[in-house]
């Protein structure tokens, strides 16, 4: 469906080229402040308008739906609070459809028709891939809220969720903890599972865990017989499992079908939160772990309040989650850059953004402004009965970024 291979690549890149040479037309008040040479941002009136770009439909729309949901949540928050610099926020919404050329046309129509102050979201890798060089040349912003494989750092891009110091490289300390000296390798055939993998076959390498076997799914694959045959068949200590979207559903109930179980054979999932286990199905789940920076069972005062929001506007049912959580905060942190910046201007809020904190429902973070992540406490998930994903362990303080993993010898070279 969505298999990244040389031709697909190709054809992205030449879409990205084609809706990052567009231009805007029609004159539009800006911030005063605004470039040249940057994008316009429209502050004419009592609104600014700031860009929501995720999956509403397609396979990964199993994740992104809600992730929009908490944008919007945060933007009616800040507004019912005065807004940012005097002006509401006017969120324009847009559907990337699971397609990443679709994304970077998004971007792009946003940017140049819309005229948005900052855009937020993107889930995939492949994704933010195909709006990087959007941005970079459009000189606009993007905050990304999902965790990601790390080796990248944009001028133009935010990073919310969890580098892989943040979340990979802990869930596999964890794993090393435990005692499991082998693990299997699934992941959905695109570039974070590949890049993922090359990190943790690096860390195995250097910490005496052999890596069983190593496969791929297309994007929205339900057929996964074949690979927990082989999973099975490898007697590894444990899974390593880098699937987005759908194709999870599919490979849970496959992995019980085979009789495989987390007691014998946990699964460490990097891209599970609670909306998926919902849509998966505790009974297929319970006892597997994860491996995120926020649960909605996060203890603190600022989740509590998070939840009962979120809950009160969609309904008593509804789960927070990581990305939803890491989207959340990315407008609260917008906000505070804009405000020290006393401007909308992206160069002026980019050098704004280095040492701004917030009291996030994960806990206390912090900007790095050098690299545009934000430091994140690791946590180690155990999937419940009741759909909840209690923690297990935790880094017991936030861990500054570190996407190049320039801080771990083994590392060296994989950038």
């Not at 865990?209 to 444990?238: C, Q, R, W």
């Not at 905060?329 to 980019?350: H, P, Q, R, T």
């Not at 994903?389 to 303080?397: A, D, H, L, R, T």
Request: proline share 4%; aromatic share 10%.
């Amino acid at each position: 469906m969505f298999r990244i291979d040389g031709r697909r690549t190709a054809a992205i890149l030449a879409s990205i080229a084609t809706f990052a040479a567009l231009t805007a037309c029609g004159a539009k008040t800006t911030d005063d402040a605004a470039p040249a040479a940057g994008a316009a941002i429209d502050t004419a009136g009592d609104t600014v308008k700031v860009g929501l770009l995720n999956s509403l439909s397609g396979t990964m729309a199993i994740s992104e739906v809600t992730v929009r949901d908490s944008l919007q949540l945060a933007i009616e928050e800040i507004n019912a609070a005065g807004g940012v610099l005097g002006k509401k926020i006017q969120a324009v919404s847009e559907d990337g459809a699971s397609d990443w050329p679709t994304f970077a046309e998004k971007s792009q129509k946003l940017i140049s028709e819309d005229k948005v102050a900052a855009v937020f979201g993107c889930w995939t890798s492949a994704s933010r891939k195909a709006v990087k060089p959007v941005f970079e040349k459009n000189k606009s912003l993007l905050f990304y809220p999902v965790q990601y494989e790390g080796l990248e750092q944009s001028p133009y891009i935010f990073y919310t969720g969890a580098t892989t110091n943040q979340q990979i490289v802990p869930g596999l300390d964890y794993l090393k903890a435990q005692g499991k000296t082998s693990v299997y390798l699934v992941g959905s055939d695109y570039v974070f599972p590949r890049t993922a993998n090359k990190i943790i076959k690096a860390y195995a390498e250097a910490n005496g865990m052999k890596v069983l076997g190593e496969d791929y799914a297309p994007l929205g694959s339900t057929e996964f017989s074949t690979i927990v045959n082989k999973v099975k068949a490898s007697g590894a200590s444990a899974v390593f499992n880098t699937l987005n979207g759908d194709s999870n559903v599919a490979f849970f109930k496959e992995y019980k079908s085979a009789g495989l179980t987390a007691e014998g054979m946990p699964v460490v999932s990097v891209s599970i939160a609670e909306e998926e286990v919902k849509s998966i199905g505790t009974q297929y789940l319970a006892g597997q772990l994860t491996a995120w920076n926020y649960y909605q069972t996060t203890e603190g005062a600022a989740n509590e309040k998070f939840v009962a929001a979120y809950k009160k506007k969609y309904g008593a049912d509804k789960p927070t989650s990581d990305p939803m959580e890491a989207a959340y905060v990315s407008v609260y942190l917008w906000k505070a850059m804009v405000e020290k910046a006393g401007s909308f201007d992206v160069e002026k809020v980019k050098g704004a953004a280095d040492g701004i904190t917030f009291d996030a429902p994960e806990g206390k973070v912090t900007v790095d402004g050098a690299t545009q992540h934000i430091s994140k406490t690791a946590r180690i998930g155990k999937i419940g009965d009741d759909g909840l994903i209690k923690e297990v362990w935790n880094s017991g303080q936030p861990i500054k970024p570190d996407p190049y993993l320039k801080g771990y010898s083994w590392a060296g070279g994989l950038a």
